[in-house]
Protein backbone atom coordinates (compact mmCIF):
# COMPACT_ATOMS: atom_id res chain seq x y z
CA UNK A 1 0.00 0.00 0.00
CA UNK A 2 1.43 3.44 -0.98
CA UNK A 3 1.66 6.20 1.69
CA UNK A 4 1.03 9.48 -0.02
CA UNK A 5 1.43 12.26 1.69
CA UNK A 6 1.19 16.20 1.04
CA UNK A 7 3.36 18.40 1.74
CA UNK A 8 3.16 20.75 4.39
CA UNK A 9 1.02 18.08 6.26
CA UNK A 10 -0.04 18.61 10.08
CA UNK A 11 -2.22 15.81 11.69
CA UNK A 12 -2.52 15.15 15.31
CA UNK A 13 -4.63 12.46 17.72
CA UNK A 14 -5.98 12.78 21.12
CA UNK A 15 -8.57 10.55 23.37
CA UNK A 16 -10.01 12.66 25.58
CA UNK A 17 -13.15 12.00 28.00
CA UNK A 18 -13.27 8.34 25.70
CA UNK A 19 -13.73 10.50 22.39
CA UNK A 20 -11.10 10.10 19.39
CA UNK A 21 -10.09 13.57 18.06
CA UNK A 22 -8.38 13.98 14.37
CA UNK A 23 -7.13 17.69 14.31
CA UNK A 24 -5.68 18.06 10.88
CA UNK A 25 -4.66 21.09 7.99
CA UNK A 26 -5.73 21.28 5.03
CA UNK A 27 -2.65 18.72 3.52
CA UNK A 28 -3.19 16.61 6.37
CA UNK A 29 -6.72 15.99 5.77
CA UNK A 30 -5.90 15.35 2.30
CA UNK A 31 -3.00 12.64 3.29
CA UNK A 32 -5.85 10.87 5.64
CA UNK A 33 -7.67 10.55 2.28
CA UNK A 34 -5.05 9.14 0.16
CA UNK A 35 -4.40 6.93 3.47
CA UNK A 36 -7.89 5.94 3.53
CA UNK A 37 -8.64 4.97 -0.22
CA UNK A 38 -5.53 3.22 -0.49
CA UNK A 39 -6.34 0.85 2.37
CA UNK A 40 -10.07 0.34 0.90
CA UNK A 41 -8.72 -0.87 -2.25
CA UNK A 42 -9.20 -4.57 -2.92
CA UNK A 43 -5.80 -5.69 -3.01
CA UNK A 44 -5.41 -4.52 0.50
CA UNK A 45 -7.63 -7.54 2.46
CA UNK A 46 -6.34 -7.13 5.91
CA UNK A 47 -4.11 -4.37 5.64
CA UNK A 48 -3.54 -1.34 8.05
CA UNK A 49 -1.44 1.43 8.88
CA UNK A 50 0.17 3.04 12.38
CA UNK A 51 0.74 6.84 12.59
CA UNK A 52 1.92 7.78 16.03
CA UNK A 53 4.45 11.21 17.07
CA UNK A 54 7.54 9.69 15.97
CA UNK A 55 5.35 8.63 12.42
CA UNK A 56 3.46 11.52 11.22
CA UNK A 57 1.63 12.54 13.63
CA UNK A 58 2.10 15.71 15.71
CA UNK A 59 4.03 15.48 19.39
CA UNK A 60 2.22 14.23 22.16
CA UNK A 61 -0.38 12.65 19.59
CA UNK A 62 -2.38 9.41 20.71
CA UNK A 63 -1.06 6.35 18.38
CA UNK A 64 -3.34 6.07 15.39
CA UNK A 65 -4.41 2.36 13.88
CA UNK A 66 -6.44 1.85 11.10
CA UNK A 67 -7.40 -1.55 10.02
CA UNK A 68 -9.37 -2.76 7.13
CA UNK A 69 -11.62 -5.72 7.79
CA UNK A 70 -13.75 -7.89 5.08
Known sequence: MEMKWIDGF???VKVELN????TANKEGL?????????LAQDNAHGAHFHLDEHNS????S???????IN
Not at 19 to 22: E, R, S, Y
Not at 57 to 60: G, Q
Not at 62 to 68: A, D
Request: charged share 20%; glycine share 0%.
Open 10 to 12: SIA
Open 19 to 22: AVTI
Open 30 to 38: LSLANHLTA
Open 57 to 60: LEEN
Open 62 to 68: TELIIEK
